[in-house]
């Protein structure tokens, strides 16, 4: 496997993955929008030992969750701010990388086993929900870890246009 890099938009931090990611989460909290300044976020999530920085040392900002409560630690570049990595305390070991910052953002395959839309239910209008790709009106499980609704559109569709709980 071809290594998985990324850098901050100044290049004074910048990583590598060893492995490729597990999945892939596309998310639309109120979090993730700020985080990004778009409809969504995508984070490829890996394991936290396949993270190596190769270059820099990163600033962290730690942010508890509206969802959760839970921390997200957000790893960012101190000269330019960009946001690079966060890590969770709902899942220690993993790490989702902001997709923006990969310098192939091709090495990372939306397939509709190992990826996710969340949250649809703070998605801006406009944001499409993806043919064949599981989505999610909240969180993919609750807090205790029991799954929730999957919906799954067979054309892109606007989120506006879901017709969820209308079973």
């Known amino acids: 496997m071809t290594e998985i ?3 901050c938009l100044c290049g004074a931090l910048r990583y590598a993955m060893a492995a490729p990611a ?3 989460t596309l998310c639309s909290c ?3 929008q700020r985080a990004t300044g778009t409809e969504r976020m995508t984070l490829p999530v ?3 030992s396949d993270l190596t920085v190769r270059a820099g040392t990163p600033a962290t900002y730690t942010h508890v969750s509206e969802g959760s409560g839970k921390q997200i630690h957000i790893h960012h570049c101190p ?3 960009t946001k690079l990595w966060m890590t969770f305390e709902r899942w220690p070991g993993l790490v989702g990388l902001y997709g923006g910052t990969l310098d192939d953002p091709d090495q990372v ?3 509709p ?4 839309q969340i949250f649809l239910s703070s998605a801006r209008r406009g944001t499409v929900v993806l043919p064949g790709i599981p989505a999610y009106w909240n969180h993919a499980a609750t807090l205790d870890g029991t799954p929730e ?3 799954v559109v067979d054309v892109p569709t606007l989120v506006e246009d879901m017709m969820i709980g209308e079973d």
Do not use: D, I, M, P
Request: glycine share 4%; proline share 0%; hydrophobic share 35%.
């Open 5 to 7: 890099t990324g850098q």
């Open 22 to 24: 597990q999945r892939v």
């Open 30 to 32: 109120h979090f993730c």
């Open 46 to 48: 890996f394991n936290l």
């Open 79 to 81: 000269a330019c701010a």
């Open 109 to 111: 395959t939306l397939a």
């Open 113 to 116: 086993e190992s990826t996710k």
């Open 149 to 151: 609704r999957a919906y």
